[in-house]
């Protein structure tokens, strides 16, 4: 089970930008999936999570309303759509998922974690 986030970058306040969470060895329809991020000096928070059995989400207050979470089946890949961002959203993003088959969200515990992507908000 392996994931790989990737779509972070520099852009600036109100910009947007798109994550990616790829999957290999595992059908990522049938997960799952969380997204976390890390600012310097932070806790980890989470940010957003998809469920697998009917794609239902969860995000945490300070995104709701321009973070948007889905699935491309087809690509194995979730996304996270990420419109109008703040300076405070600046962190490095995992997406991570329990490896349990069928598993809906809030998740009870993330066992496989993809490696980070950087996301910088500054003008």
């Known amino acids: 089970v392996q994931l790989q986030a990737s779509g972070g970058g520099l852009v600036q306040p109100g910009g947007s930008l798109r994550l990616s969470c790829a999957a290999s060895g595992f059908t990522l329809d049938y997960f799952g999936i969380g997204w976390f991020r890390q600012a310097p000096g932070k806790e980890r928070e989470g940010v957003s999570c998809?469920?697998?059995?009917?794609?239902?989400?969860y995000y945490v207050d300070s995104v709701k309303g321009r973070f948007t979470i889905s699935r491309d089946n087809a690509k194995n890949t979730v996304y996270l759509q990420m419109n109008s961002l703040k300076p405070e959203d600046t962190a490095v993003y995992y997406c991570?998922?329990?490896?349990?088959?069928?598993?809906?969200?809030?998740?009870?515990?993330?066992?496989?974690w993809g490696q980070g992507t950087q996301v910088t908000v500054s003008s």
């Open positions: 998809i469920s697998s059995s009917d794609d239902s989400s």
């Open positions: 991570a998922t329990d490896g349990i088959y069928g598993s809906n969200c809030p998740l009870l515990r993330y066992d496989y």
